[in-house]
């Protein structure tokens, strides 16, 4: 079992930054990679970004790609989003998740709220 907590979420401006963060505990040793969702009102939960644990290796959806930096931490099994540039349309619940291997993802965080006003 992997226990996943988001902290970091609020509201900001348009142009603004946030970082969230993403703490693991439990299992994490087995972890293949960490990965930040995102869902918006009305909208199905779509991929953000990604984080190779062995490796470091990065992964963005388009849409943040120049503006956001997903980030580790190994010896605090800690996950970063660092979010620049923010947009209205960035406002979401975002989620922090991990898997043991590729392929779906297998826990999940309770999730942070993230509010850009124009």
């Known amino acids: 079992q992997v226990q996943l907590v988001e902290s970091g979420g609020g509201l900001v401006q348009a142009g603004g930054s946030l970082r969230l963060s993403c703490a693991a505990s439990g299992r994490t040793f087995s972890s293949y990679s960490m990965g930040w969702f995102r869902q918006a009102p009305g909208k199905e939960r779509e991929f953000v970004a990604a984080i190779r644990w062995s490796g470091g290796s990065t992964y963005y959806a388009d849409s943040v790609k120049g503006r956001f930096t997903i980030s580790r931490d190994n010896a605090k099994n800690t996950v970063y989003l660092q979010m620049n540039d923010l947009k209205p349309e960035d406002t979401a619940v975002y989620y922090c998740?991990?898997?043991?291997?590729?392929?779906?993802?297998?826990?999940w965080g309770q999730g942070t709220q993230v509010t850009v006003s124009s």
């Open positions: 998740a991990s898997r043991y291997r590729p392929g779906p993802y297998d826990y």
